[in-house]
């Protein structure tokens, strides 16, 4: 039974190119990057200021202003943590904190816990599609602000905000805005400056890199400050002490470097394989919904809703396939999606709701077989239903 991984969102392959990369630093470049006192320490910082600048360009940023973390789950700790305590210690009367319902749950979170530290989250909501309202979000901004933070496009539904229009009010009130990137970077056009981001997070492993590293976009003119999150030797402009994972940031680098290079290619693989999709299912008769159809989507993450036949049956039915049902963090409970039902899905829609992602090594033929087997997945779980 040959497997079909339709989970890119939740994590991505390492390209062979970024693995070639790594190789040679696992075992022969293995010195520590901070160890200037000798030539192997020197060349492993070499490796790692190479790949900072790939990754600064990627997004558009200078390269002092990238700060290398474990992942995008601790870039937006470090960013929304960091940017509010060091208001607090500052004296700083901003207390509010703005995030968007369908963040990712470290996103929210990190804004929540913010609460105990005397801050006041606030959660915006967001229409049919996905997208946040622009006038809730100056109404929200209305009590002075600390930060804001919405994401470029979202890990469920690959839904993108306007973030530039959105920016452009959360910097007219003053606050400070960041961007969880993390399925963003890479798959579309993304530019710090022109989005004018104060703070930015970005992953390794959601743009065919490796899991365990991450960074994040931290503003220099005019400057942000952060307060960290760990105490240590002060490494990262001592926003972000401990010894930095070479290897790891070399194939960071190394998959940034590709991204900007190829994600137009990608993308128009990744648009043409989604219409294959949906045409295979019209074929088959199969009955379905695009979630947030009329928003502007990343095309590699699909909402697919099959009407009558609940997500998990479909999974239980295709164990040859690899795809989820929400992101991978929440996959686990059965709560239905926090992200659909922000959208305004009842229950059984959301339940009814798969995430399918493709990604650049996903191939037409694949995408036969998709087609072929959740057609015939939905049609035998309806009838089963129908009959019980
Ligand atoms: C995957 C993901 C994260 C978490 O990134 P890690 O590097 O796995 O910690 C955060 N936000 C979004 C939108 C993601 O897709």
């Not at 160890?35 to 790939?54: F, I, L, M, W, Y």
């Not at 390269?63 to 700790?77: K, L, Q, V, Y």
């Not at 989507?297 to 999974?315: F, Q």
Request: net charge neutral; with cysteine; charged share 25%.
């Amino acid at each position: 039974m040959q497997e079909i991984y339709l989970d890119n969102a939740a994590s991505t392959p390492c390209d062979a190119r970024v693995m070639a990369v790594m190789a040679p630093l696992f075992a022969e470049e293995f010195a520590n990057p901070h160890s200037d006192t000798h030539a192997p320490g020197k060349r492993a910082a070499e490796a790692v200021e190479q790949a900072r600048g790939h990754v600064a360009e990627l997004i558009g940023a200078d390269p002092r202003e990238i700060i290398f973390t474990s992942g995008a789950t601790e870039a937006n700790n470090l960013a929304i943590k960091g940017a509010a305590r060091f208001r607090m210690k500052q004296g700083d009367g901003r207390k509010r904190i703005i995030a968007v319902a369908t963040e990712h749950k470290c996103v929210l979170e990190s804004v929540r816990d913010l609460a105990q530290e005397g801050f006041e989250p606030v959660i915006l909501g967001v229409d049919h599609n996905g997208r946040v309202d622009p006038a809730a979000l100056r109404d929200a901004l209305a009590v002075p602000t600390a930060l804001v933070s919405i994401m470029a496009a979202n890990n469920e539904t690959g839904v993108m905000q306007d973030l530039s229009s959105l920016g452009r009010i959360v910097k007219e009130a003053g606050a400070l805005l960041h961007s969880d990137l993390a399925q963003a970077a890479g798959k579309m056009a993304i530019d710090v400056r022109a989005l004018d981001l104060d703070l930015a997070s970005v992953s390794a492993h959601k743009m065919y890199g490796p899991k365990g590293v991450g960074a994040l976009f931290v503003r220099r003119r005019p400057r942000v400050r952060l307060e960290p999150l760990f105490s240590g030797g002060g490494q990262e402009r001592g926003l972000r002490s401990g010894t930095l994972p070479s290897t790891l940031i070399a194939g960071f680098g190394e998959a940034a470097r590709i991204a900007r290079a190829e994600w137009q290619a990608d993308d128009h693989r990744l648009t043409a394989l989604a219409q294959q999709l949906f045409h295979g299912l019209r074929e088959r008769q199969t009955p379905f919904v695009i979630n947030a159809q009329e928003a502007r989507r990343l095309p590699g993450i699909i909402s697919l809703r099959l009407p009558g036949a609940p997500a998990t049956r479909i999974m239980e039915a295709l164990p040859e396939m690899a795809l989820s049902v929400g992101s991978a963090c929440s996959s686990a409970d059965l709560a239905p999606s926090y992200v659909l039902t922000a959208m305004g899905l009842n229950p059984t829609e959301a339940a009814e709701s798969l995430r399918l992602s493709p990604g650049r090594f996903t191939t037409p033929a694949d995408i036969v077989r998709v087609a072929e087997l959740l057609a015939d997945a939905a049609q035998r779980v309806r009838a089963e239903r129908s009959t019980q």
